[in-house]
């Protein structure tokens, strides 16, 4: 049993989505969330400046007395997980794999889509992680970078939203796929809406669901969970903007968003 918190950070608020599927699926464990405001976003960087800035993370977090890290970006896991886990004295986690995999598990024949912001479709690192799980699976990829403004809007049922869900989504459609990855922390947010535009057969796999779940089982295979009955406690930093993070951090996950602090790192 450790009572340590689970270190959780992202480029921003999007990795909210992962905390709030870690706090549903592991209610015990303690947490700190950091993201990094204030150099938002990632996606746009070079994969040395994504690596940089997530290892300077780390370190903050290690010095928190963590006893896991889960990188809830898209862009730092395909760009740092390595490094990340090469650094760490404790398990460092990353969303890209579990998604991945359940992809995989999910397919029904037909092409695997994935979503996500520039940076993570460009770095390819989805589909090499569905292709390592099913070698030979077609894949079907399409960065949709404005989906992150819409969601950080609450735009989620607005009608330029579903203007450009439907151009973003059309090649999805044509490439017939049956699964299509959510490949970007925001985009659970808008699942309604992609369904609706994908229509109702097509299966979305949210990451940060997956991963919750590859926290659990690395934490119960390595003895580091915490008590049955422990009151867990949840730290909110940020490298910048703390009001806007609690402003738009609550359509993430409501009141559990009380007060940030600000940590400036780099």
């Not at 099913?134 to 969601?151: D, H, I, N, S, T």
Request: proline letters at 8%.
């Amino acid at each position: 049993m450790n009572r340590a918190p689970i270190g959780i950070f992202d480029s921003g608020i999007g990795g909210l989505t992962v905390a709030r599927a870690i706090y549903e699926r592991l209610p015990h464990e303690s947490t700190i969330y950091f993201g990094d405001t204030a150099r938002v976003p990632y996606g746009p960087k070079s994969p040395d400046t994504v690596r940089r800035y997530s290892l300077e993370i780390l370190h903050w977090l290690l010095d928190q007395g963590v006893k896991a890290v889960v990188i809830a970006c898209n862009t730092s896991t395909a760009h740092a997980l390595e490094a990340l886990q090469a650094a760490a004295p404790v398990p460092v986690i990353g969303v890209i794999e579990p998604g991945a995999r359940a992809a995989v598990s999910a397919m029904r024949g037909g092409p695997i889509g994935v979503i996500g912001t520039a940076g993570t479709i460009a770095s390819n690192a989805y589909a090499r992680a569905i292709q390592s799980a099913k070698p030979g699976a077609a894949v079907e990829q399409r960065a949709c970078p404005l989906f992150v403004p819409l969601v950080e809007e609450g735009w989620f049922d607005h009608p330029a939203a579903e203007l450009i869900a439907a151009e973003y989504l059309e090649p999805m459609k044509r490439a017939r796929v049956d699964v299509m990855v959510l490949g970007c922390t925001h985009y659970p947010l808008l699942k309604p809406l992609l369904q609706r535009t994908l229509g109702p057969d097509i299966r979305l796999i949210d990451s940060g669901e997956e991963t919750a779940a590859l926290v659990q089982g690395a934490l119960r295979s390595s003895g580091l969970g915490a008590p049955p009955g422990a009151t867990p406690e949840h730290r909110f930093v940020v490298s910048d903007d703390e009001a806007r993070f609690r402003q738009v951090g609550s359509r993430f996950i409501g009141e559990r968003l009380g007060k940030a602090e600000v940590v400036a790192l780099g």
